[in-house]
Nanobody
Framework: QVQVVESGGGLVQAGGSLRLSCTVS????????MGWFRQAPGAERELVAC????????YYADSVKGRFTISRDHGKNTIYVQMDSLKPEDTAMYYC???????????????????WGRGTQVAVAV
């Protein structure tokens, strides 16, 4: 049984930091691109960042470039996103997903991806 479990969300003041984790089991972690997505109330789900199966290739949305850093640890079947200089507009439910590079990198809201987690809430206070 495949499990994708996010953790690390919470409430933080603007300018603060959080690190989200996503641990997967039941699937070949090294074969999948992993991505972090977010969805704010009333908004579409959007790709925040993704990392290739090797960890050598990454992509960041313009809105988080320079503030967020994605990484993966094959020994722990886990990916992370370090979120610094957080802004109120970063407030959203953050989801982790696994699939191919193209499906994640070129994701459009409503697309079906192979595996999703249930999300972790991030709230950034002014």
């Amino acid at each position: 049984q495949v499990q994708v479990v996010e953790s690390g969300g919470g409430l933080v003041q603007a300018g603060g930091s959080l690190r989200l984790s996503c641990t997967v089991s039941g699937l070949p972690f090294h074969d999948h691109t992993m991505g972090w997505f977010r969805q704010a109330p009333g908004a579409e789900r959007e790709l925040v960042a993704c990392v290739s199966w090797s960890g050598y290739t990454t992509y960041y949305a313009d809105s988080v470039k320079g503030r967020f850093t994605i990484s993966r640890d094959h020994g722990k079947n886990t990916i992370y996103v370090q979120m610094d200089s957080l802004k109120p507009e970063d407030t959203a439910m953050y989801y982790c997903a696994a699939d191919s590079w193209d499906k994640i990198r070129y994701y459009n809201s409503g697309d079906s991806l192979e595996y999703w987690g249930r999300g972790t809430q991030v709230a950034v206070a002014v």
